[in-house]
T-cell receptor
Framework: QKEVEQNSGPLSVPEGAIASLNCTYS??????FFWYRQYSGKSPELIMS????GDKEDGRFTAQLNKASQYVSLLIRDSQPSDSATYLC????????????FGAGTRLAVHP | ETGVTQTPRHLVMGMTNKKSLKCEQH?????MYWYKQSAKKPLELMFV???????ENNSVPSRFSPECPNSSHLFLHLHTLQPEDSALYLC????????????FGPGTRLTVL
């Protein structure tokens, strides 16, 4: 199993719906997770960090970490066309000082 | 200037050229990174510097040579590159430590002819 895995998508949702993006991880990563948003041709932008089990909410975004099942998700409520981007999940490698492993990313398309 | 800046934003070079990419961070961080992002591939970590010292070289070919003169500046010197090295090169910075958030610069789009 790869350290961090994501479904490449595309995930297509209508405007106003909830978009659910998932990421699974192996034992080889530390259990802190970061969600980045990357628009086409741009660099990744950090949108959420989650360090403990449970939910963390920030505006329309909610990150959920389930350590028992080894997955982390990002929910986007009231999805907007401007949310259309690739979402990258990242986690530090266990024992790897400062070393982040990125998933391949899930492309989200929000259609009007 | 705020955040992480990178220059140039676009670079086209021949295989025999020598060029350098520059990164500067204005966040007071002490860790800096180079990543490579090729089409349809995950972000690949290339190098990590902590307090100006290289702490990670992810088996990067020697035609890529990093330099970190201080905690705010990072360079990537390029020579005799191959067409397959064409990619988006991203610089990032963070506070040192395993669980700290990394912030990216806008990237340099490199094309090797």
């Amino acid at each position: 199993q790869k350290e961090v895995e994501q479904n490449s998508g595309p995930l297509s949702v209508p405007e106003g719906a909830i978009a659910s993006l998932n990421c699974t991880y192996s034992d080889r990563v530390s259990q802190s997770f970061f969600w980045y948003r990357q628009y086409s041709g741009k660099s990744p932008e950090l949108i959420m960090s989650i360090y403990s089990n449970g939910d963390k909410e920030d505006g329309r975004f909610t990150a959920q970490l389930n350590k028992a099942s080894q997955y982390v998700s990002l929910l986007i409520r009231d999805s907007q066309p401007s949310d259309s981007a690739t979402y990258l999940c990242a986690a530090p490698v266990s024992g790897g000082y400062n070393k982040l492993i990125f998933g391949a990313g899930t492309r989200l398309a929000v259609h009007p | 200037e705020t955040g992480v800046t990178q220059t140039p934003r676009h670079l086209v070079m021949g295989m025999t050229n020598k060029k350098s990419l520059k990164c500067e961070q204005h966040l007071g961080h002490n860790a800096m990174y180079w990543y490579k992002q090729s089409a349809k591939k995950p972000l690949e970590l290339m190098f990590v510097y902590n307090f100006k010292e290289q702490t990670e070289n992810n088996s990067v070919p020697s035609r890529f040579s990093p330099e970190c003169p201080n905690s705010s500046h990072l360079f990537l010197h390029l020579h005799t590159l191959q067409p397959e090295d064409s990619a988006l090169y991203l610089c990032a910075s963070s506070r040192p430590g395993t669980d700290n958030e990394q912030f990216f610069g806008p990237g340099t789009r490199l094309t090797v002819l």
